[in-house]
T-cell receptor
Framework: KQEVTQIPAALSVPEGENLVLNCSFT??????LQWFRQDPGKGLTSLLL?????REQTSGRLNASLDKSSGRSTLYIAASQPGDSATYLC??????????FGAGTTVTVRA | EAGVAQSPRYKIIEKRQSVAFWCNPI?????LYWYQQILGQGPKLLIQ????????DSQLPKDRFSAERLKGVDSTLKIQPAKLEDSAVYLC??????????????FGQGTRLTVV
């Protein structure tokens, strides 16, 4: 069974600092990994999708890396802004046909 | 492109009552998921459909939860009777490809259920 872990559970940084969010998974036989953003009381917004054959994916200030062999992914958010405050979830698509989620990292960017 | 639509957004019911949630996925998406997200936790898969067939319902509490996907498009999730521990956000998601084809999943806004 795929287990997905996100550490830390919460993170508070001053505006302008770079954010580094970690995701680890136990089974390296994955199809892809997806990073989501969730605002309070809202659904999930897809940020980046990394295919298992890729090492990284970039969108604007966001960059996500994937090291499948070690079961790790990292989401980097450059020059953080108060609007980046949200919970960030990673989800792994595995060979057992499930999309498994971590518990998320709640980010607060202080103005 | 319209997103995944869910209704209602909020629902408050008493325990032992029944409730139903509705989801309309993105047009053309073959795969539809229902997730349960308890406060402070990541989403947990309840059921996954491929067109109108069930791919995975191993974590669906079948004594009280049921789900169907009509004609491979819209889906409803029902709880009967509800328990206090069912209080959560119920998320619907869809993706274009069949499982294993590595396509992106898109989520609706969710339905927040409170059981009192």
């Amino acid at each position: 069974k795929q287990e997905v872990t996100q550490i830390p559970a919460a993170l508070s940084v001053p505006e302008g600092e770079n954010l580094v969010l970690n995701c680890s998974f136990t089974d390296s036989a994955i199809y892809n990994l997806q990073w989501f953003r969730q605002d309070p009381g809202k659904g999930l917004t897809s940020l980046l999708l990394i295919q298992s054959s890729q090492r990284e994916q970039t969108s604007g200030r966001l960059n996500a890396s994937l090291d499948k062999s070690s079961g790790r992914s990292t989401l980097y958010i450059a020059a953080s802004q108060p609007g980046d405050s949200a919970t960030y979830l990673c989800a792994v698509s595995s060979n057992d046909y499930k999309l498994s989620f971590g518990a998320g990292t709640t980010v607060t960017v202080r103005a | 492109e319209a997103g995944v639509a869910q209704s209602p957004r909020y629902k408050i019911i008493e325990k032992r009552q029944s409730v139903a949630f509705w989801c309309n996925p993105i047009s053309g998406h073959a795969t539809l998921y229902w997730y349960q997200q308890i406060l402070g936790q990541g989403p947990k898969l309840l059921i996954q459909f491929q067109n109108n067939g069930v791919v995975d319902d191993s974590q669906l509490p079948k004594d009280r939860f049921s789900a169907e996907r009509l004609k491979g498009v819209d889906s409803t999730l029902k709880i009967q009777p509800a328990k206090l521990e069912d209080s959560a956000v119920y998320l619907c998601a869809s993706s274009f490809g069949y499982w294993g084809s590595a396509t992106e999943a898109f989520f609706g806004q969710g339905t927040r259920l409170t059981v009192v």
